[in-house]
């Protein structure tokens, strides 16, 4: 199995597949600067990969405010973010995923719904049909 952390993707895993993630530098308490020290810097100028790193960390632990995120995600509107922020955040995302063992045959089919244009949620039909393939 995949000893890498993945999210969990909508399409059969034939190949227990692993997404590479750059090694995250490990950095003490005492070194690494607040949420609130790197959204200054970030109104000012972009900040480094271990910065963007550090702020996306600090939001996926549940250690920023409400306030801090929206303020994270204004700056970086506003100051126009770029491919790789998004890498970095989605990098990041990944390192927090939770990994699960799952049969080379499995699949995800459920969708998250409430796409507010009036579609139909078809995942417990969906379900059925899966199911009734022999999976």
């Known amino acids: 199995m995949c000893k890498q952390r993945a ?7 034939k190949n227990n597949y692993c997404i590479y993630q750059k090694p995250i530098r ?7 600067p607040s949420l609130k020290t790197l959204l200054g810097k970030l109104v000012r100028h972009r900040l480094t990969e271990d910065e963007m790193r550090q702020c996306f960390s600090i939001m996926l632990n549940g250690e920023a405010s409400p306030e801090q995120i929206a303020s ?3 700056a970086l509107a ?10 970095i955040g989605v990098t990041t995302l990944m390192g927090h995923a939770t990994t699960i063992a799952a049969p080379d045959h499995a699949m995800d089919i459920v969708g998250t719904g409430g796409d507010g244009i009036g579609t139909w949620n078809i995942s417990t039909a969906a379900t059925f049909v899966v199911a009734g393939a022999g999976y």
Do not use: C, K, Q, W
Request: aromatic fraction near 4%; charged fraction near 20%.
């Open 72 to 74: 994270f995600i204004s």
């Open 7 to 13: 999210m969990i993707i909508s399409t059969p895993l």
């Open 26 to 32: 490990n950095i003490s308490m005492t070194e690494a």
């Open 78 to 87: 506003t100051r126009g973010e770029t491919a790789e922020d998004v890498i």
